[in-house]
């Protein structure tokens, strides 16, 4: 089931939808009676019996419906409770092309997980604008991730249990500013400015993907492809995360996780190619769609 959250022109409310099979049409869950107000609501409070309503209502077609083409999209969850939980060079092929960008900001071997966050006051939608902030940034990178959000509180998961406390998957570009990550020996600032996160376009649930998830992830910068790879080669897999994290800190429902890019990102070709001003990005992951933006 890919869940939506969208807005009417009309009004500036949040609404939270199914998106039909062919993906033309969205169904409100208000008309199935099941009302939460935003994303983050319906992920920790949705029972078992109405996501399973949800769920065949999701396999049939229905009269009240809007088109596709009538909303405005947002991120499916536009303002996360606390900042987003990234990984950092959990792809074999990233990690040699993160050391020959930067040796000093990226090489060395590293036996665990790198974990960072990522500050998010507002998450960019699918179509939306993605700053470049001219005399800040001269390095705008993008990275191509799968994330996982947490449905119902983590702490002390044993790694085959973790699969238990997934909620569904979305798209997530983690925009970064090299310059910004490089210079202060750490990554919070240079992939936190306003405008950095873009999410979606829709929150996939679970049992819609065997898991592990084992997913074709590519990018594309105006039309050419850029990352090409499968979330089957990360170093560092889901139930490890879940598993690792959830020892030393509850995992809340409605945290959202990223797992990291893999090669192809800009730093990563000989001269960089960064992104400018008008260039468009695709992220794009198997059975989850793609999720485009225009460098502003």
Known sequence: MKLITYKLKESGNEIIGIVSQDGQRIYPISQFDINYPTMNDLIENISSAELELL???????????????????????TQPRQDIICLGINYM?????????????FGGERPHAVYFSKRVNEAVADGGEIPGYEGLVDSLDYEAELAFIIGKDAK??????AFDYIFGYTIMNDVSARNLQTAH??????????????LGPVIVTKDEFDYPPKLDIKSYVNGELRQDSNTELLIFGIAHVVSELSKGMTLKAGTIISMGTPAGVGMGFVPPRFLK?????TCEIEGIGKLTNTIG
């Open 93 to 105: 092929a990233h990690a040699e092309e993160s050391a020959r960008y930067k040796q000093e900001a």
């Open 156 to 161: 002390n998961v044993k790694k085959e249990d």
């Open 185 to 198: 020996k750490q990554w919070y600032f240079g992939k936190s400015l306003d405008g950095f996160t873009p």
């Open 277 to 281: 001003k008008g260039d468009v990005v």
């Open 55 to 77: 769920k065949s209502k999701a396999e049939k077609e229905h009269d009240q419906f809007v088109a596709s083409d009538k909303i405005i999209k947002v991120a499916p969850i």
